[in-house]
């Protein structure tokens, strides 16, 4: 038996995090925003991916995550006709399945996997973007922190961030996300693990984890075990101390007030 929850804020078609469903696996998708967008919202470029995602698991239900992204991928793109990564929209992929007695993940982009299978935990995270340690990453984490606040000159400094992000994504060096090359799927980072009556993975975009461990609220053993309405809490929760408490990035510098936030839980056994 697989048991799946999830919760969203906000609620799709608003925003650009997606959970998809099915028997035995979740996809958790963060469509990246950008301050100079592709043609295809990122929303929209997330939603497709993970249909085309839940597609192939229908015909494949065993093959290997990655052939299963990279199939979904050139599906989406001849969909939305996109023609190269350049100024496509992109999104990460967080995969987790349950099946034949093995827990299957997959991370492609900084969205987390947090997992158990017996008295041990994990975690799976592609952290090759924020590895490119762009200068403008410290910039605007170092400005928010002395009070410069989200104007103009926040904005600047992303537009120059994202232009330099932009230039290194789906090449060797950079890093890999999904967008309209298929082999991206190739770099994914993949883990297949033994699975037993206990295990369990949560599946999280950042816009969840970063405020969650900055509030210390990130016990994801017992979120596994939670039902949708405590998920829900914690994102709300998390979304108003950004809102309210921290509204200008000083105490825990981020790139926006609030990121959009997703979180599913597969748990085994239950």
């Not at 060797?172 to 082999?183: E, H, K, Q, R, V």
Request: proline content about 7%; overall charge neutral; charged content about 20%.
């Amino acid at each position: 038996m697989v048991r799946i929850t999830a919760a969203q804020l906000p609620e799709p078609p608003h925003g650009a995090d997606r959970v998809v469903v099915t028997g035995n696996a979740v996809i958790v998708l963060d469509g990246a925003s950008a301050l100079e967008p592709a043609g295809v919202p990122p929303g929209e470029y997330a939603s497709r991916l993970g249909a085309a995602i839940a597609a192939a698991l229908a015909v494949a239900p065993e093959a290997p995550l990655p052939s299963v992204l990279g199939e979904a991928i050139t599906a989406t793109a001849a969909e939305l006709g996109l023609a190269g990564d350049a100024g496509c929209p992109s999104s990460t992929v967080a995969m987790a399945r349950l099946a034949d007695g093995a827990l299957d993940l997959l991370a492609l982009g900084d969205s987390y996997i947090f997992y158990g299978t017996g008295p041990g935990t994990g975690t799976l995270t592609d952290d090759r973007l924020a590895g490119l340690h762009l200068p403008q990453q410290r910039q605007y984490r170092e400005r928010l922190a002395a009070g410069g606040g989200y104007g103009d000159a926040h904005r600047d400094l992303l537009r120059a961030l994202q232009r330099g992000q932009r230039l290194r994504r789906n090449r060797p060096g950079g890093y890999w996300i999904a967008a309209a090359d298929p082999a991206a799927a190739s770099h994914a980072l993949a883990l297949t693990l033994p699975a037993t009556a206990e295990t369990w993975a949560v599946l999280a975009t950042d816009g969840v984890v970063n405020t969650a461990r900055h509030l210390g609220l990130d016990d994801w053993p017992a979120l596994a075990r939670s039902g949708p309405a405590a998920l829900a809490r914690l994102l709300r929760h998390c979304q108003d101390w950004e809102q309210h408490t921290d509204p200008d990035g000083r105490r825990f510098p981020r790139s926006k007030r609030h990121d959009d936030k997703a979180i599913a839980s597969l748990t085994a056994g239950r």
